[in-house]
């Protein structure tokens, strides 16, 4: 039977080694993969701009990106490939509150200035082209509205 | 043996209560927003809500962590708490930041990362707040006249866990390394670190209710926390799987991760077998079925529920759906609030010497809040697997979607107010017991 002190040395020698295997994986992930993959050069003083907006109004507690946030309203990491910049451009500088008018739910009003719109534009732009293993998937059927 | 100092426990347990219901009621503005009704837009936008709901939810577990160790710690190494005044005021300081942070969200001031909202400054005094409560537990386990292994995993749960806030503090210009790291505290808490101290406060409720050998419990939770990170550290891969990270990590991540359930599954034929190996005598019967419905709901909303989604091809359709919210609800309940819950319905009697410990309250209690979240873990993943349906495989629009599953956000609502009506019942019970004494605490041993 398993003793006590067998029982720790599980735990212990477990701990041991995978926290090891863990810190050598992140390591090569981000040392040695993360800036091909995500093509890191083309992370421009505007693209980061975008993300301390991003972060500063948090747009994840209702969007997600890489699908990580908040289920209220569209994921937004191939939003520019999807609607275009103009279009996004509209709502960010929207004085009123975006889909007010269509959907019933409502986006914060922020009336960005055209920098700040074109800024986290820039941020959409390098997020949509990180190399993201395959996500998101494209629908397996094209569904039109009959009505 | 009991110690007066363990009533610094009672003002965390009512503190802790006290932002559960909070959490409740923003819960509700989002519920009712997800149907169509965003009325109060205007002052609570969503992403408000959203930040106050889950911010409270953690503050709230780790205040009953907290106040969990300040019951357990001096009792497991037989010795006062070091400093009960430090643990007053380090209650008050935490309750202080917290409370700022909530108001904060209110106001557009935060760190805009999913579960990571505090502002960066207000993060420092979390810091140096839960500096200072390692401190007192760890100055009382060095000058008590024992060390046991219970004490010591909830220890070292506490510990690690202050550590692992630290790389969530980090900023990076690339998303894909802000979430890398984000992972590093919110995955390696809730199936990592956290685990520990559910084990130990599971340990502790089984050594005490059962009267099951502490060798026995303890060679057992040992066997569990090693499971736990055999599995739970590699299997943060499967957080990596659409992040930009390599795709190596779909496989580490989908096999390490499918593991998972072995730790919560060991937690429940623990508990469950302890249980029938015990005596059966002891009067609390609340407490215990608190325990054991900890140990059983965390195997279905962690294991579970969380393996039905965790595969890299399964994941690549319900990644960031409602699906993850239903998942997220039941995990959260059953492994930390209801072990959360379980340790306050076994201190109060001890605490506070009146021995309401098998009331009508109670029962309603436990069972209007635990089929409460059952109804609404199926209410997220009808609509959950709806979305998914309509919107990743048939390609219907985002907001055409979340129209066509507005219904099931009202049988949320429903059954939300049946687990509500639950919760309020045990806070009604919490404070029938009263304020705790001296003299109950002396008595006691
Ligand atoms: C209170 C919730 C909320 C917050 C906060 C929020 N949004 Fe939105 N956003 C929405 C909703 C709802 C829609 C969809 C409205 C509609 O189309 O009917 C939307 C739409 C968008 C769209 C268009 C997406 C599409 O596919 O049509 C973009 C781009 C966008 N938001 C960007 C942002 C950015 C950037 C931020 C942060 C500065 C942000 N949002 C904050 C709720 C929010
Ligand atoms: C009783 C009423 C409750 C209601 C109506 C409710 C409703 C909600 C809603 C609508 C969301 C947001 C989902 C989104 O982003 O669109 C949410 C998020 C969340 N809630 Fe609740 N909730 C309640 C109670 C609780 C309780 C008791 C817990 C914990 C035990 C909890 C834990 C969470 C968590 C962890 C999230 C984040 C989920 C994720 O990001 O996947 N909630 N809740
Ligand atoms: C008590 C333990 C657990 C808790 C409290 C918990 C809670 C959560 C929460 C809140 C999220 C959303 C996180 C975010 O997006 O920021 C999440 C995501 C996830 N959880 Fe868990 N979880 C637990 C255990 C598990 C286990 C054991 C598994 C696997 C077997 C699992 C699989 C997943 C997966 C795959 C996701 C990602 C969902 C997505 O892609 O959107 N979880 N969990
Ligand atoms: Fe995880």
Not at chain 1, 67 to 91: D, F, M, N, Q, W
Not at chain 2, 4 to 25: D, E, M, N, P, R
Not at chain 2, 349 to 376: C, D, E, V
Request: glycine share 8%; charged share 15%.
């Amino acid at each position: 039977m398993l003793t006590k002190s067998q029982a720790k040395i599980f735990f212990l020698a477990g701990t041991i080694i995978f926290s090891v295997l863990f810190l050598g994986l992140s390591y090569d992930t981000h040392v040695n993969k993360h800036d091909e993959q995500t093509n890191a050069d083309k992370i421009t003083p505007e693209v980061v701009a975008g993300k301390h907006l991003w972060e500063a109004n948090n747009c994840m507690g209702c969007h997600t990106i890489f699908g990580e946030g908040a289920y209220y309203a569209p994921e937004l990491t191939k939003v520019i490939e999807r609607r275009g910049a103009p279009y996004v451009k509209g709502v960010l500088m929207s004085p009123t509150p975006w889909g007010e008018y269509t959907s019933g739910r409502k986006m914060v009003a922020y009336g960005f200035s055209e920098k700040e719109a074109n800024e986290l534009i820039a941020y959409f732009e390098w997020i949509g082209k990180v190399d993201l293993n395959g996500f998101p998937a494209k629908p397996k059927y094209e569904i039109k509205k009959t009505k | 043996m009991k110690y007066t100092t363990q009533k610094v426990a009672y003002w965390f347990f009512l503190s802790a209560l006290g932002l559960l219901a909070l959490q409740i009621i923003y819960g509700f503005i989002m519920g009712f927003a997800h149907m169509g009704m965003d009325v109060l837009h205007d002052f609570i936008p969503f992403n408000t809500a959203r930040a106050v709901h889950t911010n409270l939810l953690v503050c709230w577990l780790l205040l009953g962590f907290m106040g969990s160790a300040y019951y357990i710690i001096p009792e497991e190494s037989q010795n006062e708490l070091y400093s009960p005044k430090l643990a007053y005021i380090q209650l008050i300081s935490f309750l202080a930041v917290g409370v700022t942070a909530i108001i904060a969200y209110h106001f557009n001031w935060w760190e805009g990362r999913k579960f990571l909202e505090i502002p960066r400054p207000l993060d420092y005094l979390v810091v140096v707040n839960v500096l200072a409560f390692l401190f007192n537990i760890l100055m009382t386990l060095f000058k008590g006249k024992r060390q046991t292994t219970t004490a010591l995993v909830l220890t070292m749960g506490l510990l690690f866990s202050a550590l692992l806030y630290l790389p969530g503090m980090i900023w990076f210009d690339s998303q894909t390394l802000d979430s890398f790291y984000r992972w590093y505290v919110v995955h390696l808490w809730v199936e990592g670190v956290w685990e520990l101290i559910m084990g130990g406060i599971l340990a502790f409720l089984l050594i005490k209710i059962t009267g099951v050998d502490r060798e026995v419990i303890e060679k057992w939770l040992y066997v569990i926390v090693g499971l736990t990170f055999l599995s739970g550290i590699l299997g943060t891969g499967h957080h990596f799987y659409y992040i930009g990270a390599p795709s190596y990590w779909l496989w580490i991540g989908g096999i390490f991760s499918a593991l998972e359930p072995l730790a919560f599954l060991a937690m429940a034929l623990f508990a469950l077998n302890m249980y029938r190996k015990g005596e059966k005598k002891h009067p609390n019967k609340t407490a215990l079925n608190w325990t054991l419905g900890a140990a059983i709901t965390s195997f279905v909303g962690a294991g579970l529920l969380g393996a039905a989604h965790t595969l890299p091809n399964v994941n690549l359709y319900t990644h960031g759906t409602l699906v993850t919210a239903m998942h997220g609800h039941m995990a959260f309940w059953g492994a930390y609030a209801m072990i959360v819950l379980a340790i306050i319905a076994y201190a109060m009697p001890n605490i506070t010497g009146r021995k309401l410990f098998n009331n009508g309250i109670s029962q309603y209690a436990f069972w209007l809040s635990n089929i409460g979240m059952i109804g609404m873990t199926v209410a997220f993943g009808v609509a959950g697997v709806a979305q998914v349906y309509l919107e990743r495989i048939l390609g219907v629009d985002f907001m055409e979607t979340q129209k066509e599953i507005e219904p099931h956000f009202l049988v949320l609502v429903l059954c939300a107010s049946g687990f509500t009506a639950g919760v309020t019942l045990y806070i009604i019970n919490f404070f029938k017991f009263g304020k705790p004494t001296d003299e109950a605490l002396v008595a006691a041993s």
